[in-house]
């Protein structure tokens, strides 16, 4: 039964990148004189793929017919899957007057980021793990697929009102991998016999192929703003508008592999097509015989950056529970923008604990969870977006957040 190599390359790049922020950013007006916050998390999920399926393909364990049965029932006809895994640490100094401004200080911020996404059909997830029998005769639909992954470093510096802890910062990026594809039209039709397919197709697929550790540099911004608004007369509450790492990349060395338009190919069968000898033998050019073009060029892109619109939590409030609620969005085709809302207890002066509850991004319906602790200079907040996948195999994802404040 042959797979799909390129499928597996695209599950093992997911997880690999934007961050859901489920521990609230808590508006806090206390003074100090440093800051150094460091987070990090690592975020999977997806609409048709549950948990006890993702963990055995990408840790090891058998796969057995019925978990991939379980997966394949959950599957529509356009399917989203993405992963995020990143660190990021930042020390924020409220002592230093910058322009000599005594409401101004100055930040710097560094870390690591992974970010894949993709759309898929049902019939290529079916076509990499049953194999060519199962669409004898049948026609297998890729239209609509796409997919992008992300890897790369950043430095960034910039400026911090000491009070209401809004912040600006210009970013510098190592851009460590890129990667592309999508199919407008797209699909593959066998005969009964296996001994015939006829392949017809029109979209791209392009990476970085620069050998050097540096593969692109970008620029781009992090914006963080918290805004006042009355709710009662008695009562304020906080917006925050958080923007991170929406900027430009410089891609030089690109590898760009297309069709000019739609392209029928009769008389190739899948042993042709996926067999080590045929494909890579010096006989036969794939690249030629489906008609596909091959360049090479340097790219200006979009950032896969992130944005969040959201009431947030007041930690000099004397209420015991309040509500946090908000929009998140990704500037990608392959995710839709997120919904979110929960609530944040706090019982005790060094402990908070929280629930909340998401819609999109790139999975369905979450549940999270989150706690926070203050010891003495250190707040420390541990959670998960993925409260069903932590505790069962039928959840549609893993992910764990981590965050250390350390106040001076």
């Known amino acids: 039964m042959k797979k799909s190599l390129l499928f597996y390359s695209f599950i093992f790049s997911f997880y690999t990148s934007f961050s859901q922020y489920l521990i609230p950013i808590q508006y806090d007006t206390l003074v100090h004189k440093y800051e150094v916050i460091t987070t990090g998390l690592a975020d999977f999920g997806a609409t048709g793929i549950e948990r006890q399926f993702s963990s055995k393909l990408l840790f090891g364990g058998e796969i057995t017919n019925e978990i991939k049965d379980a997966s394949f029932d959950?599957?529509?006809?356009?399917?989203?899957?993405?992963?995020?895994?990143?660190?990021?640490?930042?020390?924020?100094?409220?002592?230093?007057?910058?322009?000599k401004q005594e409401n101004i200080g100055w930040l710097i911020k560094g870390g690591y980021y992974n970010f894949g996404s993709a759309l898929y059909t049902s019939d290529l997830f079916g076509l990499a793990f049953y194999g060519n029998q199962r669409y004898l005769g049948e026609s297998i639909d890729l239209t609509g697929a796409r997919f992008g992954a992300w890897s790369y470093q950043k430095i960034g510096f910039g400026i911090i009102d000491k009070k209401t802890k809004s912040n600006l910062s210009l970013n510098f990026y190592n851009i460590l991998g890129y990667g592309g594809a999508n199919i407008q039209q797209g699909s593959i039709f066998q005969n009964s016999d296996a001994d015939s397919i006829s392949i017809r197709y029109d979209g791209f697929a392009e990476y970085s192929s620069s050998s050097k550790f540096m593969k692109g540099w970008g620029i781009g911004i992090d914006f963080d703003v918290r805004l006042p608004v009355q709710i009662k007369p008695e009562e304020t509450s906080y917006i925050q508008i958080l923007v991170k790492n929406v900027g430009v990349a410089f891609l030089p060395d690109v590898k760009r592999y297309e069709a000019d338009s739609s392209f029928t190919y009769e008389g190739l069968s899948f042993s042709q097509l996926l067999g080590d000898a045929a494909i890579f033998g010096d006989s036969f050019s794939l690249l030629d015989t489906l008609n596909v073009k091959e360049v090479s060029y340097n790219k200006i892109a979009l950032l896969p950056g992130f944005l969040q619109i959201g009431k947030i939590v007041d930690n000099q409030s004397s209420k015991k529970i309040q509500s946090f609620f908000g929009v998140r969005m990704y500037p990608s085709l392959t995710l839709i923008p997120m919904i979110y809302a929960g609530a944040n207890y706090k019982p005790i002066e060094w402990f908070q604990v929280g629930a909340n509850v998401s819609y999109g991004g790139y999975s369905k319906l979450r549940f999270g969870l989150y706690t926070s602790f203050n010891y003495k200079q250190f707040d420390i907040g541990l959670a998960t977006e993925e409260v069903v996948g932590a505790v069962s195999g039928k959840g549609m994802g893993e992910s764990v957040v981590f965050r250390l404040r350390w106040k001076i």
């Not at 356009?78 to 640490?89: F, K, M, P, S, T």
Request: aromatic residues 12%; without cysteine.
């Open 74 to 99: 959950k599957h529509k006809g356009l399917n989203r899957i993405g992963a995020d895994v990143q660190a990021e640490v930042e020390f924020r100094n409220y002592k230093t007057n910058l322009f």
